[in-house]
């Protein structure tokens, strides 16, 4: 018996293998470089969320600052308000001014104000109701200090009001004196250019 001899072309079938083998790596790599774009991807947004997360620690921070500060000016102004609330409540405080139609205002802090009419040809009525006025609040206060403040605008106010409105805070001012109370004079130039 002969043997038969069966012969396979393998040349084909190699290149079968070789494309199948082709088309699988050519797959491999194109998901490889997929994965590695989406590791990259990936790595980028991470990169991104970690500043935007450093970002957001130093915006708390500053804000944590801007709270403390805040804090701290408020602090410092309840208790300038505390200050200013005592100094007043221990303290009378007289306002003298002129206002726009001549007229002298006497103000007394929570008890109001008193107009005394300026005369030009004769201010003896304004001088003398100015000067019992300033020395009735002075004589009838309980409280340990005064302030005087006086109020003008140097382009309204003429030379004679401001004469007279001084002769008698320097009155007021000896009055105090004498009785010893506490008196700060204040002159106040409320001019706006």
Avoid: C
């Avoid at 470089?33 to 980028?44: N, P």
């Avoid at 300038?80 to 009378?92: F, R």
Wanted: net charge negative; proline share 1%.
């Amino acid at each position: 018996m002969k043997r038969r001899e069966i012969f396979i072309e393998l040349t084909s079938l190699l290149d079968v293998i070789l494309i199948m083998l082709f088309i699988l790596l050519t797959q491999a790599k194109a998901s490889t470089a997929q994965a590695l774009d989406t590791a990259a991807l990936a790595e980028s947004s991470a990169e991104q969320l970690q500043t935007e997360l450093s970002a957001a620690y130093s915006e708390q921070d500053a804000l944590r600052e801007q709270i403390s500060v805040q804090a701290e000016r408020a602090d410092a102004l309840q208790r300038q308000l505390w200050t200013q609330n005592l100094v007043l409540d221990n303290s009378l405080l007289l306002t003298v001014s002129v206002d726009s139609t001549g007229s002298i205002r006497l103000e007394t802090e929570g008890e109001g104000y008193t107009v005394i009419a300026y005369d030009w040809q004769d201010d003896t009525y304004a001088q003398n109701r100015l000067r019992a006025l300033a020395l009735e609040k002075l004589n009838n206060t309980e409280r340990e200090a005064v302030f005087l403040v006086f109020q003008f605008d140097r382009a309204s106010i003429y030379h004679a009001e401001y004469d007279m409105i001084e002769t008698i805070i320097q009155e007021v001012k000896q009055q105090a004196r004498e009785r010893d109370i506490p008196l700060s004079v204040l002159e106040l130039d409320i001019f706006e250019a």
